[in-house]
């Protein structure tokens, strides 16, 4: 499968619809200025990062918002979502997401490592076994090439929103994402094993902040969920008891049409659009452009 590079086209304007229910047909909008970027981060593997951001960024484009997803994950598993594992296996470091950690590459064509997916809206830096190499325990370590990802989004004006989804650690792909992303969202199972280690999570938020100030901690994002399950309720119930407004309303359920969808390689939002996991995933995707919004009134005001 050969993937290309993207045709830049122009960001289309916002269309602002006041409904708290985003339908099927609908074209909302927020008027983001500038691009926002969002890193889905958690030490702990198996709660749902690669998935949640492979679905948000389909729900995302639906709504008309040009996305731009970074695999930071040497695992490549979102890259693997839309394009398969023998594609992105023959990726080499000069188009893969791996450029950026590499200090002998030079910055001549960003657009080399930017590829297109099938769907118009979605553009995705990705990555493979490349990128395990730079992926050190010692981030601090890296220099200036902390800056790297950053730089790169910078650069990226014709996008709305940048999904950024990262390995299971806090290493130093992680902690790049963090300098770079202006939000970080926090994917974590409603059980003991999920819940385990949110601690060293929120301190490495705080270590970041002194390079990225800017940096702002969304919500935890309840995924894998199962209403059935009495542990599950009881989990959910003492996340929001520890951490209030700073859980996301919306969750992102253990429901079959998520995982039917990877396996054809289509966000859910284009697989089956009017299933609930479609539903759920366009409620969250205005949840958390709405707090955005909040949360940077707040910041002006204060």
Request: glycine residues 4%; charged residues 20%; contains cysteine.
């Amino acid at each position: 499968m050969k993937i290309f590079n993207p045709n830049v086209s122009p960001k289309q304007q916002p269309n602002h619809e006041s409904n708290r229910e985003v339908t099927e047909n609908c074209q909302w909008q927020s008027p983001l200025q500038p691009t926002q970027t969002f890193c889905l981060i958690n030490q702990k593997g198996g709660v749902g990062k690669s998935s949640s951001c492979f679905h948000l960024a389909g729900a995302y484009a639906e709504l008309g918002h040009r996305v731009l997803i970074i695999d930071v994950d040497p695992q490549g598993s979102i890259s693997q979502g839309f394009f398969g594992s023998s594609a992105v296996e023959e990726l080499t470091t000069s188009n893969s997401v791996s450029a950026l950690f590499d200090e002998s590459w030079q910055f001549s064509d960003w657009g080399s490592l930017i590829h297109k997916t099938r769907f118009d809206r979605i553009h995705i830096c990705p990555a493979n076994q490349t990128l395990a190499q730079y992926n050190s325990p010692t981030p601090e370590d890296a220099g200036m090439l902390q800056y790297a990802l950053r730089e790169f989004i910078e650069e990226q004006v014709d996008y709305d929103i940048v999904l950024i989804d990262c390995p299971p650690n806090l290493y130093r792909c992680t902690w790049t994402a963090m300098i770079a992303a202006d939000w970080v969202i926090i994917p974590v199972t409603p059980e003991d094993f999920g819940t385990q280690g949110l601690r060293a999570v929120h301190q490495a938020i705080e270590n970041a902040r002194v390079l990225n100030p800017a940096l702002r901690r969304l919500g935890h994002l309840v995924t894998r969920s199962d209403g059935r399950l009495l542990v599950h309720k009881l989990y959910e119930r003492r996340l929001r008891m520890l951490y209030g407004e700073y859980v996301l309303q919306n969750l992102m359920p253990e429901l079959s049409a998520f995982k039917v969808a990877v396996a054809n390689r289509k966000p859910v939002q284009y697989h089956e659009p009017k299933c609930r996991a479609a539903r759920l995933t366009r409620n969250l995707c205005r949840e958390i452009l709405d707090r955005t919004d909040v949360k940077t009134q707040r910041r002006r005001v204060a």
